[in-house]
Nanobody
């Protein structure tokens, strides 16, 4: 049974940092491209960052470049999203995604950036 379980969300002030984690099980983690998506109220879900199975290739949406870092630990079947210099516009539900010919999704974790 495939499971993706996100954690690490919460309320943070502008300029602050959070680290999201996504623990995966039920599939061969190292073969899958892993991504973080987010969805703000009233907006479509967007891809924020992705990382290849080997961890050697990463991509980011322009709005988070230089502030967010995606990484993975294939020994722990976990992908991370380090978020620094957070802005109110980063407020959203963040979802973990695994892709190899089909998509798997986590349940999401809320990130709220507000003073």
């Amino acid at each position: 049974q495939v499971q993706l379980v996100e954690s690490g969300g919460g309320l943070v002030q502008p300029g602050g940092s959070l680290r999201l984690s996504c623990a995966a099980s039920g599939f061969t983690f190292s073969l899958y491209r892993m991504s973080w998506y987010r969805q703000a109220p009233g907006k479509e879900r967007e891809s924020v960052a992705r990382i290849a199975g080997s961890g050697g290739i990463t991509n980011y949406v322009d709005s988070v470049k230089g502030r967010f870092t995606i990484s993975r630990d294939n020994a722990k079947n976990t992908v991370y999203l380090q978020m620094n210099s957070l802005k109110p516009e980063d407020t959203a539900v963040y979802y973990c995604n695994a892709y190899l010919f089909q998509d798997y999704w986590g349940q999401g974790t809320q990130v709220t950036v507000s003073s």
